[in-house]
């Protein structure tokens, strides 16, 4: 059997409204890139209908593997779990609503392929571009203050210079997700800025990539600082995991 040279996970909660169409786009997409690759959607203990239907669409498509969690752990465990199931010499995991056409999917390839130990989207480059509804256009001078303040503490706090931690498009090469994967330990929002750290630990290149990228919903006020007070407080555990030294 040849070896699978790209892994895509795609972490899911509550999404049965659309990850049906998602995972059939996924698989179209992956289909005509004409290299070996698996399709792994873990279901982070969805309440809504997801987990039959999920089942379903595994049973119908060989080329889809389900992993699915008890409960809801958070994106950082789905994304975790998801990865240390994976086998591509490169693996790549995005958002179940498509917010990065899978068309960028190309450009963090490129960009491992080119060397880089690690490929991530950066929707602050002048290089990108949003597709937006109008309707949120209010909330967008909020989000992106609030943005340079959590990554002026990531920065200050931890010393990464990346300039977007939480974009939710992000690739590895094979060897780095196996130095940094089973090193993370935190499960939710924040867990991409742990896996940055790790990255940085151990020296790796990450690439900053400017994509598309499609903004159509808004949290809540109340979900959205709960999020960030809870992101807050995962920087300073990133910060006594590493004093206690768990990434070694």
């Known amino acids: 059997m040849s070896a699978v040279r790209l892994s895509l996970v795609i972490p899911a909660y509550n999404s049965a409204a659309f990850i049906a169409d998602t995972l059939a786009c996924a698989t179209n997409f992956l289909a005509r890139r ?24 595994a049973a119908a498509n060989r080329s889809l593997r389900l992993v699915r969690n008890g409960a809801n752990r958070g994106k950082g465990h789905a994304v975790r779990a998801g990865v240390l199931q994976s086998s ?51 909330y967008l001078y909020t989000r992106h203050v609030l943005s340079r303040v959590f990554n002026l503490m990531v920065r200050g706090w931890l010393g990464l210079t990346v300039r977007d931690c939480q974009a939710g498009l992000k690739g590895f090469r094979r060897a780095a997700a196996d130095i940094i994967f089973p090193r993370q330990r935190l499960e939710g929002f924040a867990f991409d800025v742990e ?22 919903s808004e949290p809540s006020t109340v979900d959205f600082l709960r999020d960030s007070l809870g992101a807050m407080r995962d920087l300073a555990r990133v910060r006594l995991n590493a004093i206690r030294g768990r990434y070694a």
């Not at 959607?41 to 239907?53: E, F, I, K, Y």
């Not at 750290?197 to 990228?213: H, S, T």
């Open 195 to 216: 896996l940055l750290y790790i990255a940085r630990r151990f020296n790796l290149e990450v690439r900053q990539i400017p994509v598309e990228f499609r903004y159509f």
């Open 88 to 138: 591509g010499e490169r693996v790549i995991f995005t958002d179940a609503d498509l917010a990065y056409p899978l068309s960028e999917i190309e450009k963090i390839v490129r960009a491992l392929d080119a060397g880089a130990d690690l490929a991530i989207a950066d929707r602050t480059s002048p290089q990108s571009l949003y597709h937006m509804s109008p309707a949120f256009f209010s």
């Open 34 to 57: 004409g290299e070996s690759w698996e399709l792994i959607v873990v279901d982070d203990g969805s309440a809504d209908g997801s987990a039959p239907l999920l089942s379903e669409l």
